[in-house]
């Protein structure tokens, strides 16, 4: 358990961020209300204040304490983010990044940094909307250097729906943000909350959450040219129900982890692995099948020194009530040389 109040929503870390340093681990994600709002919604009291919290451990995610993120000078409105000077050293031992949105579908979308493992952050810092109807921005990024960035986002569609995901990067340490390019076709549906790896210097993965209709699913693209262009591959995951992004990993012996929240019965955590770069994967690994609602998920998972993977996720089961909690599945992949 990362986090549970009686009356209280724990929710999203996936809109969040999860950050390692060896076994110190922490994690985003939003602190609410709980109100019953039917089968289909949310149970978070959108008419009382929600805010965003982390929680970090000291033991590779063990025991686990929360904190409230605290603003490196005066806090400043999410609405009224500045323009970012461009000093971020991306590659600080001891760097973190939050990209989030004021709105769902049209934005604005903002950032703040931290250099001393998320205890405290500069920002926030605003992003271009990239000649888009919107930018709905949550946390997903590569660091190349010092001061170049590649963030995996999604705008808006030509319609103003939700929405299709995109690359964008810095090359001045997010003083200026250029865009790259669109991952996909625009769809039908929508294709939302890309989760990337980089497979080496030009090879970059990133596994988008789709939805048409009432079918959700979770499809893979390959990028060869680090970002300028992009191939699909297949679909990791192509029943999710209604859906739930996707979380993804490249461990230490090469393989690639995906973690993923399934919203149908039984409502369950779940992983793959793959050992040959995405082009296959493993059967579907249950984390837990406890769940008591559809309304969890959003995963997010780091790899710990020994090898076990720390996964975070928001849920509810029969032994604890209706609130939503935060908590942590930690488990081990095994090992495993990546095909070449």
């Not at 865009?179 to 030009?202: C, H, N, Q, T």
């Not at 996720?313 to 209706?322: I, L, R, V």
Request: a negative charge; aromatic letters at 12%.
């Amino acid at each position: 358990m990362v986090y549970f109040e009686p009356g209280r929503f724990g929710g999203w870390p996936a809109n969040q961020g999860m950050w390692s340093w060896g076994n110190e681990i922490l994690v985003g994600f939003t602190a609410g209300y709980y109100k019953y709002q039917g089968p289909e919604r949310h149970a978070i009291d959108t008419e009382k204040p929600q805010r965003d919290l982390l929680a970090r451990s000291l033991d590779g995610g063990e025991t686990w304490s929360v904190e409230r993120p605290t603003e490196d000078g005066p806090p400043v409105p999410q609405h009224e983010a500045g323009d970012c000077p461009g000093d971020i050293a991306f590659t600080h031992r001891d760097f973190a990044l939050r990209v989030r949105m004021v709105d769902i579908d049209v934005g604005p979308s903002f950032f703040h940094y931290s250099c001393d493992r998320g205890r405290t952050w500069r920002g926030p810092f605003r992003l271009p909307q990239f000649d888009t109807p919107g930018i709905a921005a949550r946390t997903d990024y590569l660091v190349n250097g010092k001061r170049d960035c590649m963030l995996f986002l999604t705008a808006a569609k030509t319609d103003h729906q939700e929405g299709r995901p995109l690359c964008v990067r810095t090359k001045d340490g997010g003083k200026t943000w250029a865009f790259v390019s669109w991952i996909g076709p625009e769809p039908k549906g929508y294709a939302i909350m890309p989760a990337s790896a980089r497979l080496s210097d030009s090879h970059v993965l990133v596994i988008v959450r789709c939805r048409e209709g009432a079918k959700g699913w979770l499809s893979t693209y390959l990028s060869n040219d680090n970002g300028q262009s992009w191939e699909y591959l297949n679909d990791p995951v192509p029943d999710l129900a209604e859906g739930n992004p996707a979380a993804l990993v490249k461990l230490h012996d090469g393989r690639l982890c995906l973690t993923y929240g399934v919203r149908a019965a039984p409502f369950r955590i779940c992983a793959k692995l793959s050992s040959d770069g995405a082009r296959t994967w493993t059967d579907e690994i249950v984390l837990r099948d406890d769940g008591a609602t559809r309304d969890l998920g959003y995963t997010r998972s780091v790899q710990r020194p020994d090898g076990k993977i720390v996964t975070a996720y928001y849920f509810n089961d029969p032994t604890t009530g209706p609130e939503r909690y935060i908590a942590a599945t930690i488990w081990d992949p095994g090992e495993q040389r990546m095909q070449v």
